[in-house]
């Protein structure tokens, strides 16, 4: 099983600051098989990013997603007051289980 | 518009069975597999298995295989997940989610918005 570690846990910004969140696999996740959700108190998780780096429909070019292999990143690259949220990756590389980072939680500072 | 629909949340005794369903609609409900993720309260997410309900092929995560039992009814376009004894340990959010049209594991792209299920005696 591929265990995906996210950091950091907690992140402190203000608005129109950028936003660095990593995740990081115990293993190369086949094809950059990689995505990333967004998860506001309450609500579903929703999709931000597939394959590490395209935007799912509808979501703002603030958004972009990188890497491969080992290491992931999405960046946010002006905060929104509504991007504050809990924010994880995924992978889907790995059959047959499919595994989700732990989360980096994206507070106003 | 492609929409999944969950039932309502469940409070229940430890040892009671209970099964929960997720509706598809505005999309090809047996052309798309259905995933189920389970989000234990402050926790983060867990992928449980998914179902293709042409066929109903279904993979279950290790950590969830014979735990759980995944189902669908085609003809009423509805995803099952369901317990036969459930455990205090159980108590969490449910989620349903739409993956791929022919790949079993993938991201989800459109999700259901979650059945709260609680186990208390």
Do not use: N
């Amino acid at each position: 099983e591929i265990v995906l570690t996210q950091s950091p846990a907690t992140l402190s910004l203000s608005p129109g600051e950028r936003a660095t969140l990593s995740c990081g696999a115990s293993q190369s996740v086949s094809s950059s098989y990689l995505a990333w959700y967004q998860q506001k108190p309450g609500l579903a998780p929703r999709l931000l990013i597939y394959d590490a780096s395209s935007r799912a429909t509808g979501i703002p070019d603030r958004f972009s997603g990188s890497g491969s292999g080992t290491d992931f990143t999405l960046t946010i690259s002006r905060l929104e007051p509504e991007d504050f949220a809990v924010y994880y990756c995924q992978q889907y590389g790995s059959s047959p289980t499919i595994t989700f980072g732990q989360g980096t939680r994206l507070e106003i500072k | 518009e492609v929409q999944l629909v969950q039932s309502g949340a469940e409070v229940k005794k430890p040892g009671e069975s209970l099964k929960i369903s997720c509706k598809g609609s505005g999309y090809s409900f047996t052309s798309y597999w259905i995933g189920w993720v389970r989000q234990m309260p402050g926790k983060g997410l867990e992928w449980m298995g998914i179902i293709y309900p042409g066929d109903s092929d279904t993979r279950y995560s290790p950590s969830f295989q014979g735990q759980v039992t995944i189902s669908a009814d085609k003809s009423i376009s509805t995803a099952y997940l369901q317990w036969s004894s459930l455990k205090a340990s159980d108590t969490a959010m449910y989620y349903c989610a739409r993956g791929h049209p022919g790949i079993a594991e993938y991201y989800f792209d459109y999700w259901g918005q979650g059945t709260l299920v609680t186990v208390s005696s």
